[in-house]
């Protein structure tokens, strides 16, 4: 399994053990690990701190992390906190960093944009106590793209003003690790020590920033829009052999001629696609001639085939929990 070459980091909060049997665990599997008061610095070894979040437990945070190399660290250290008999419930998160210097402000509000697209479907994946807005330390991201000023912050060309978007970095997905790390941070994943889901769900924030990446430069048009909208009725009818006529299309969302006309332009044009016209009976005709490029966007889209399998299993783990509590 290949992993991204952009860089990543974790920190894995729980309970049940000392700092000091933590700091012994990490140090006996042969990693670098010292005890530090809370603090935000990115240190070149593991560290273990206070959290505010588990009072009676502690928050253990790797260095940089880079490929497989990275991969093989984070095991490493999850399974001496599990051997060493760490603790989780509740309260506790694994967050992941990625690093995103890279990146420009239209890529990450494409990472924003696409998670709150799936958002749903990524719950499935998590406990009920991080689903939704149902924890304020990993807040809806769907919820924060409902106000206009959000919107408006990830519609700049600026990475401050886009990382500024929502005002806190209690949020699924961090904007705000960029001021201090230059980083994005998946908050979302309930805590584990189990190697086997955290390395999964590192897996997918690599692979889901990629994608991003590829669709915000426009080779994939239809993943910004969701299934439900006029526009992705706009954009199936204008897929459809012989396209659709502008009357049709008026018929199907309710828009104005003008405002047909001018989402055409903008959103299907300048996004790659070759949208032509014709006139046809007094009446213009659009059609998209080049559709079949535009693969149709998944939450698994750019996702190692295992990684994916592995989240599948825990939708269905969780949706049986549920029908059997039902």
């Known amino acids: 399994m290949m992993t991204s070459n952009r860089t990543f980091g974790i920190e894995i909060e729980a309970f049940g053990i000392t700092m000091q049997a933590a700091r012994t665990a990490l140090r006996s599997a042969g990693l670098d ?16 701190v206070s959290d505010a979040s588990v009072p009676d437990g502690f928050e253990v ?21 599990h051997a060493a008999g760490s603790r989780l419930d509740r309260r506790c998160g ?12 239209a890529e990450i509000a494409t990472v924003v944009r696409r998670y709150a697209k799936f958002e749903d479907e990524i719950d499935a994946w998590m406990a009920p106590s991080r689903r939704g807005d149902a924890n304020r330390y990993c807040r809806s991201v769907k919820s924060f793209l409902s106000r206009g000023e959000v919107t408006r912050k990830l519609a700049s060309g600026s990475v401050r003003d886009v990382c500024d978007a929502f005002g806190t970095r209690y949020a699924k997905v961090n904007l705000e690790a960029w001021r201090r790390h230059r980083t994005i941070e998946f908050r979302q ?3 584990t020590v189990e190697s086997e889901k955290a390395l999964a769900w590192i897996r997918f924030g690599l692979g889901f920033i990629e994608e991003s990446r590829r669709v915000a430069h426009g080779t994939n048009t239809a993943a910004l829009i969701p299934a439900s909208s006029k526009m992705a009725t706009v954009m199936s009818m204008l897929s459809r052999m012989g396209g659709a006529s502008i009357d049709d299309l008026i018929t199907a969302t309710g828009w104005k001629r003008h405002s047909l006309r ?11 696609l070759e949208v032509v016209s014709r006139r046809e009976n007094g009446t213009t005709i659009y059609a998209i001639i080049n559709r079949a490029v535009d693969a149709a966007d998944h939450v698994m889209a750019g996702i190692d085939d295992e990684t994916a399998a592995f989240l599948r299993r825990r939708a269905a783990q969780f949706a049986r929990r549920e029908r059997r509590a039902a």
């Open 61 to 81: 945070v790797s260095p940089v992390l880079e490929g497989e190399r990275g991969m093989a660290q984070a095991k490493k250290a999850l399974d001496a906190l």
């Open 189 to 191: 994943h309930g805590g």
């Open 262 to 272: 001018a989402a055409i332009s903008t959103q299907l044009r300048k996004r790659g």
């Open 94 to 105: 694994l967050h992941a960093h990625y690093g995103i210097i890279d990146l420009t402000a």
């Open 33 to 48: 690990c010292e005890i530090e008061g809370y603090n935000h610095e990115t240190r070149a070894h593991w560290k273990v």
